[in-house]
């Protein structure tokens, strides 16, 4: 295992470090009419543009023989061989068997695991459609109009985003989620469903996580207050889990749970049975094309030379910026509004994967790792945090991801003329998305603005007063991301290529991107504090003066 | 106006930079009995405890020291008496006008603007009455179950946020929020709405935002396909909007027109008329209160010493992060489901104010500005990005929002044991809160994570090999903001809270927190691309070769 900082091409980088910080986008395009085409990539019927981001060849190289230098090649090799890259917890990462459709057999401890990923992808289909057709129903013989998947972390994230991305794909059940133990997101969605027509999908693999069990423990409640009959459960509960004790002790019959297995991580499941929610809101076969688009992705990235590989070419970007020019977030933008849980999805896959301070050699790490991801969708980012992304002190790449084309199958609801408002308003949304990495890229000069708020009318004072506000520096990097038009096939390709970017980065920072220990202390906490803020507690003790006090400020005020 | 670096206490904190590195919170806490008491304010029936930040006695008196050299009070204090602070546009900053309840005048340029205030006031009363109670009917003589605000940035975010707080206390139609140009979001909501009794409130200025011009013309073809008749659109519409020229030629009549002010900028617009939304939702005297609580915040900030001024503290502790110890971003996690827009809505806030890097003076300035802010509600955030807040490399303080009670009416529709249920989920929430705020300050050492181990049966090379993963730095810093019940009066005083702690900010880094330049640069580039899009457009000219290269692509697949 390597230290990321002794690689022979990290020294380099180093040694370039003045150059790329003097690094200038306007004067690259200007003296490199090939810069475009060069710094391209296509993958199937999408385009990925890394033109506008802060590097020359020589940079670009060093960055690609870095991620060489790390070994990324070799533990990519690994995971898809199914071999247990995640040493922490001595486990195979499998998410790509899911969506296999080689034909390959993917071996885990000598045995191939593709059976078994068959058998339960049909039993999702079978179950998918049969809660699609109205053959299955619910206690009173009503079918099934809304289904609530109660889960959280990656047994929400990853469904949840799929569903509202594929809304244009929509004509199952709606797809309800409940993810916060805050009682307020139950109580809030069940008040507009209907017990005898809603289904529950309860997703933990242990079947104990604390929030999803108190929520599936409320909303069986709730189905069993309305139709007065504990006997209602069986037809109004399935199960995503492993532990078929407990989902029988809640209920819900084996026939009904759907299981997954210890090489599938849960910011990796969706491709699971985890994905339930998906088959049921849009189907199976476009949960399929959702699959399909997602193994052409890996194909691409097991295969792909470094410098045509899509995921090692923006991982290697991340490296550039959080590492060489020491930036601390990325921000994910789409201009696309069903896209709005994405980053949301993309905050656990990175952040979970790559928040680690130490490496695969249990050494602390002496380079800074995952960075901070965020974003909402544009336009409405533009008149929200984009002043900040301009003209703030703190530099931020940027991802763009948008369609060419409207995905609206409804148009005629606003009317004659409703294709060519909904195409006249998915234009503007481009026009807006292609100005806004222009912006970024090349800013306004000095020089510029003076010509602007002349040609305004301004001069003397007021010019030189406001002339400074008006500059922007450029040179911001950013990323589009371009394809024609929002499929399940397409969105499983998009998903892939950030699963195998942080993958790539991991690598590169040599930390374990599969496990998150991170997680467990406040857990264990959390059980302690639990039992000391019951109203009949004697006071707490332990802890430190504040999360007493807390607990004796909460006592008082509940 | 002043240099942040050459104040005494910015050259005062710099030379205790050494010891704010190496401060404890462990060793702090250890030897201060009183620090809990010490670094707590009290606000009403809030408590928010900033005991667990990085500061002993004397760099919190620097701190405060700073902001008193830069002159926080004297701009605060020009705010509320009406100047024009903000410099580069030459405007007063008055949404705490809004929310005046004192009785005392506004003077902007010598006349009060409190008399045309209480007009707009009273007529969002009369309108928001009438449609709640069903005086006002629609075309057809049906009364409204729907509204949809179409209105983008400060026109959507800020009431988008509070009504989706105050669900608890939602008793009016139910309120629906279009932003995006990106035609999706108005044909998505419009899929679920009958025009016959949904009213639409068209929230723009100058009554001529791109996004909200066109989803306005989109939701008006909508309304008149559906009922066939133009007249119906000055029943189904109502604009918030000072154009009344341009509001009149779409189709309202002017009395259902609602004004503001050049003194209300749209991050601070949700106390004006573009409150509008909240007061259909949930009536207008529960706006009222919302009112009322900003206004109580404002007393406070505008009163208390900087000692115990809340905005003041929380603004210099973020100064301490963003520019003592240079960190990038700054995290707010409401563990409240219902506050889920609450951090989308500081977004802009914060970033669209202090996102600069020009100060008050027109010069570069040579210190860091506002940070990046983000943020999703807790519990989830655990099971996503907490593993970076505990194990990454980049630090993140924290600010945690909680109630000690739940607003939950509806705990009867969960059974007989509802409320019980209720209360259970509502402490799950509280105890993960306090335990994550735990976490993160104390963390966990190397030697208690050897014990931990090791009372799990693990030994040897197995627990050698974990044991580095599973310790926690701690040392993390977070707020904690406490408050009975999240009702419209506290909300307001916490949405205030953060209003006034993004202006100490501003104040200490000398920019002009209330303009916001860096947006127009890319709407210009936009509406040069936006022809270039059409596809009888001639090829794209000007532009680099990326952007030319992004557009043809776009007219290939589209």
């Known amino acids: 295992m390597h230290a990321m900082t002794d690689l022979p091409a990290w020294q380099a980088l180093m040694a370039r470090r003045a150059a790329i910080e003097r690094f200038d986008l306007r004067a690259a395009f200007a003296d490199d009419p090939t810069r475009w085409t060069r710094f391209q990539l296509r993958f199937e019927d999408m385009l990925v543009d890394y033109s506008k981001h802060l590097i020359d060849g020589p940079t670009f190289d060093l960055l690609l023989d870095l991620a060489r230098q790390a070994e990324v090649e070799a533990l990519r090799d690994a995971m898809f061989a199914g071999e247990a890259i995640n040493i922490t917890e001595g486990r195979a990462v499998l998410h790509t068997a899911l969506r296999n459709r080689s034909g390959r057999p993917v071996l885990v401890d ?28 619910g206690f009173t013989g009503a079918a099934i109009t809304d289904i609530v998947n109660i889960g959280i972390g990656g047994s929400d994230l990853g469904p949840h985003m799929v569903c509202r991305a594929l809304r244009a794909f929509a004509d199952g059940p709606r797809a309800h989620f409940v993810s916060n133990v805050d009682p307020a997101h139950l109580v809030d969605t069940l008040a507009d469903l209907d017990p005898r027509t809603t289904l529950f999908v309860i997703a933990s693999k242990t079947f104990s996580t604390q929030e999803t069990m108190t929520n599936a423990g409320a909303a069986r409640a709730w189905l069993v207050a309305a139709l007065g009959d504990e006997g209602a459960v069986g037809r109004h509960f399935v199960a995503v889990s492993t532990n078929e004790q407990a989902v029988r002790t809640f209920g819900i019959e084996p026939a009904n749970m759907f ?83 994405f980053t949301a999805h993309l905050q656990q896959l990175d952040m979970e994967s790559n928040g680690k301070f130490v490496g695969r050699d249990g050494q602390r790490v002496r380079w800074a790792t995952g960075p901070v991801v965020w974003g909402e969708p544009g336009t409405n980012g533009q008149h929200a945090f984009f002043q900040l992304l301009h003209q703030g002190t703190r530099r931020v790449p940027v991802d763009f991801l948008v369609a060419a084309r409207p995905s609206i199958a409804e148009a005629a609801m606003l009317g004659p003329e409703g294709m060519a408002l909904v195409e006249d308003a998915h234009r503007k949304l481009l026009a807006n998305c292609l100005a806004q990495a222009e912006a970024l890229a090349f800013g306004k000069t000095h020089a510029e603005a003076r010509v602007e708020l002349e040609r305004q009318g301004l001069d003397g004072g007021r010019l030189e007063h406001l002339l400074p506000h008006k500059v922007f520096e450029g040179n911001r990097p950013s990323t589009v991301v371009l394809y024609p038009e929002l499929t399940p096939r397409r969105l499983g390709s998009l998903i892939a290529l950030y699963e195998h970017k942080v993958m790539v980065q991991g690598a590169i920072w040599n930390v374990d991107s599969f496990d998150q220990w991170g997680v467990e202390l406040g857990k264990a906490l959390a059980g302690e504090i639990l039992p000391e803020l019951a109203p009949d507690a004697p006071p707490a003790v332990g802890h430190d003066a504040s999360t007493r006090g807390l607990i004796d400020a909460i006592r008082h005020l509940a």
């Open 259 to 341: 299981g997954f297995w210890d090489w599938v991580g849960g910011r990796y499941s969706l491709w699971s049975a985890i994905g339930l929610p998906i088959a049921l809101a849009v189907g199976f076969e476009r949960f399929g094309e959702l699959l399909v688009g997602a193994h052409a992705m890996d194909e691409h990235f097991r295969s792909a030379p470094l410098a045509a590989n899509l995921p090692v070419v923006l991982g290697a970007l991340g490296v550039l910026y959080g590492n060489v020019l020491g930036w601390g977030s990325h921000a994910v933008i789409p201009y696309d509004q069903r896209l709005d849980r």
């Open 110 to 137: 000598g045995a191939d695991v593709m059976p078994e990923v068959t058998v339960v992808l049909e039993r999702l289909r079978k179950f998918s459609e049969a809660v699609r057709s109205g053959a299955w129903r």
